[in-house]
């Protein structure tokens, strides 16, 4: 079942981007970034940032942004749906997830200069399309989610930041970050905007479980002096983060639907020469019901995941205090699958899931590393629980925790 027919297709032209994605940037994945994937993961090798401004000038970059600082003014749907046929084509899985990291965090930039900071546009929003700026976001430490170390306090006029930040994606070339830290002898939260180049700033590259082309690092602040004109937002960082959240938990798991897709036509390849006891094992019922299994998950999540952008698209998830229950499990439905795709393509390879050499382990690796992201799977499952539980009992207990979400109608 190679179309991308689900109830919502006729919605959307899902094929028309993939056209669009195959002629704009398919020779580029084929010829500039699948020949030394392997390669990459195996050194824990970045992307160069001439390789990077390379693609923005392709429009790999910016796809959403505003067309008025040179992006290309499209939808999240739209850039959803490119995101899953990228995912297809690019054998490098770091590189959709560092591209829809990266916008995120480039349309978050632009957003915080429209709330009355217009000079992080013209310096870091605009440049980053371009390519000549990195965007990183730097919220989580190994504290509490809402309780955190780093710090920014005010020292003879200028704000000092101090602290750690565990995990940045594509650390090695982010230019700067968006920095999320608690503002000394208060319990609100300000969001600051630290250059890489800023003195006092480290990043401690650590070794990973997969995705290892995102150079995932820890960065650390010491004593780092900041301007005024580096305040983000002065108060309330929380809810700034969350912009980020949201947006990162649909396009952070529209791309995992091309992986599969493309793992689900690797084992296939794989098995093709293979035979056991004089047939071939494409031909055991077991092979084949393993691909049906694998091929019911793609879709199931597939057939989520449009609803969720078509849903985005109309704006009904900005109605949501703090985040949208249905997107949360859109990215936890897509995991799941990319888990058991995962899982099923080792058992059915054999050896050749063991061996690095015919590159089937790395896509294990890779699919177990979104499952931490933006919410953990238990962390999704108990804020659902939570929800149905608080409405079940007609409008809640208020000696219960309330639930994060809104009772919202999905129609
Ligand atoms: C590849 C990768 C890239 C990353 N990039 C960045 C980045 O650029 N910037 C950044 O700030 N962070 C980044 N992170 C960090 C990531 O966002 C965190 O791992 C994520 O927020 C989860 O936090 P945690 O690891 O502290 O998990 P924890 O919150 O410590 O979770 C540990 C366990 O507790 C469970 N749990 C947590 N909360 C609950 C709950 N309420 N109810 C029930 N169970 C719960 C979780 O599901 C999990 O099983 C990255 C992580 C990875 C793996």
Redo the contacts with the bound molecule.
């Keep these: 079942m190679e179309s991308n027919e689900t109830a919502l297709g006729a919605a959307f032209d899902h094929d028309a981007i993939a056209r669009e994605v195959e002629s704009r940037f398919g020779e580029f994945f084929r010829s500039r970034v699948n020949p030394t994937a392997a390669q990459r993961d195996r050194d824990y090798a970045t992307f160069a940032p001439e390789l990077l401004a390379e693609m923005a000038a392709l429009g790999l970059v910016g796809f959403t942004a505003p067309r008025e600082i040179g992006g290309g003014g499209r939808t999240w749907e739209e850039w959803g749906h490119a995101l899953e046929e990228i995912g297809y084509r690019c054998e490098d899985t770091g590189l959709p997830?560092l591209l829809s990291?990266r916008e995120t965090a480039t349309n978050l930039m632009y957003t915080s200069g429209m709330r009355g900071r217009p000079h992080l546009i013209e310096r870091y929003a605009e440049p980053a399309v371009r390519g000549r700026h990195f965007i990183?976001?730097?919220?989580?430490e190994?504290t509490d989610?809402f309780d955190f170390t780093t710090r920014v306090a005010r020292r003879d006029g200028a704000w000092v930041l101090d602290g750690m930040?565990?995990?940045?994606?594509?650390a090695p070339t982010c230019t700067c970050w968006i920095v999320y830290a608690r503002i000394e002898d208060s319990d609100d939260t300000m969001v600051v905007l630290v250059e890489a180049a800023d003195p006092g700033v480290t990043t401690l590259p650590q070794r990973?479980l997969g995705?290892r082309s995102?150079g995932?690092s820890s960065v650390r602040f010491d004593n780092v002096v900041l301007g005024d004109d580096r305040i983000i937002q002065a108060t309330d960082g929380l809810s700034h983060s969350q912009l980020f959240v949201n947006e990162r938990r649909v396009t952070g798991s529209s791309w995992l639907l091309g992986r599969m897709r493309a793992l689900i036509q690797h084992i296939i390849d794989d098995t093709l020469p293979k035979s056991r006891f004089g047939r071939r094992l494409v031909e055991f019922d077991t092979f084949i019901a393993a691909i049906g299994r694998m091929q019911a998950a793609l879709e199931s999540a597939r057939a989520l995941l449009y609803r969720v952008l078509h849903r985005v698209e109309q704006g009904k998830h900005r109605s949501s205090y703090l985040h949208d229950p249905l997107v949360a499990v859109s990215k936890y439905v897509a995991t799941e699958a990319a888990v058991l795709c995962a899982d099923t393509a080792q058992r059915l390879a054999g050896d050749h899931g063991f061996f690095e050499r015919f590159e089937i382990d790395r896509y294990l690796r890779d699919f177990y590393?979104i499952v931490?992201?933006?919410?953990?799977?238990?962390?999704?499952?108990?804020?659902l629980g939570r929800r149905v539980l608080f409405f079940h009992k007609g409008r809640g207990d208020a000696s219960e925790p309330r639930p994060l979400h809104r009772p919202e109608s999905d129609a």
């Design positions: 997830m990291y990183g976001w730097l919220y989580t190994e989610a930040k565990k995990a940045s994606t594509g990973s995705m995102l995932v590393s931490p992201i933006i919410g953990g799977q238990y962390a999704i499952e108990t804020e």
